[in-house]
């Protein structure tokens, strides 16, 4: 039986999600990412409490005591200073860490591999000033850079898209940009620019289809890096902004009652390190799959 382009691709993807789904690892971090977009995208429904709302004191065998309070079956993973249940809030968080690890990493392929493609497919003046411009992006602190758009622009959810698109997009443009050298020299894209496809067609058809395994694999395995970076960035005051729930944020507030109340760091902790192995076990099945070379 012969099969049709399309045919075959179908069995590709159809092999490529079975290779994937034989990996134990791979298979429970997509299993858990599933469940964690589940979570954050139902988040309102789910969460027991208003992450919200404020309770300044409690009774507890006739004593009335004051926050944090510890987990119990009113509050899983007990409360902040200010009696806000914190799996309420770790329950947003996930939505909100989610988005942002989504949107920036999206962002960061539009640019990295635009500017990439361009830079390898036009050799010159625009490739020159390209690199060196990525050069410059990669020789300082990503994190401080960061911080810097954000206090110039103002700490809010979309300026912390902004600063970590920004800062990540160099390393996307080297690696497309690598990619785009070593397939530009190729006997099919000589030919097709010898039978008159201009520049467009010919990145459209012949490069970037070439070139889509490593790129999946970046955009994968840069979610966490952008996850970590928001992290950053609000532990230090710089990113999400109270009262909008992160992960961060929430590990940042309770610094400071870690004697007292270690839950209050410990469980939104284990909740960010939980995110990030997910999605690395994730981009390792990605690389043995898509682009074993690489690895």
Known sequence: MILSRTD???????????????????????????????????????????????????????????????????????????????????????????????????????????????????????????????DVMLAFPALIIAMAVTAILGPSLSTVIIALVLVSWPDVTRLVYGQTLGIRASDYVVAARSLGANNFRIIAKHILPNIASPIIVAFSMGIPGAIMYEAGLSFFGFGIQPPMPSLGLIISDGRGYMTVAPWYTIFPGLTLVAIVLAFNFLGEGLIDVLDPRSK
Do not use: C, H
Request: charged share 15%.
């Open 8 to 134: 075959k691709s179908d069995v590709g993807r159809i092999s490529v999600l079975v290779r994937l789904w034989r990996s134990k690892s791979t298979a429970v971090s997509m299993v858990f990412i599933v469940i964690l977009a589940v979570v954050g995208l139902l988040a309102p429904v789910i969460a027991p409490k208003d992450p919200t709302a404020i309770e300044i004191f409690r009774e507890v065998e006739g004593e009335m005591i004051n926050p944090p309070f510890p987990p119990s079956a009113e509050n899983w993973f007990g409360t902040d200073q200010l009696g806000r249940d914190i799996f309420s809030r770790v329950l947003y968080a996930i939505r909100t860490s989610l988005v942002i690890g989504l949107l920036v990493r999206g962002g960061v392929m539009i640019v990295g591999v635009g500017l990439g493609l361009m830079a390898g497919y036009l050799p010159g003046i625009v490739a020159k000033a390209t690199m060196r411009l990525t």
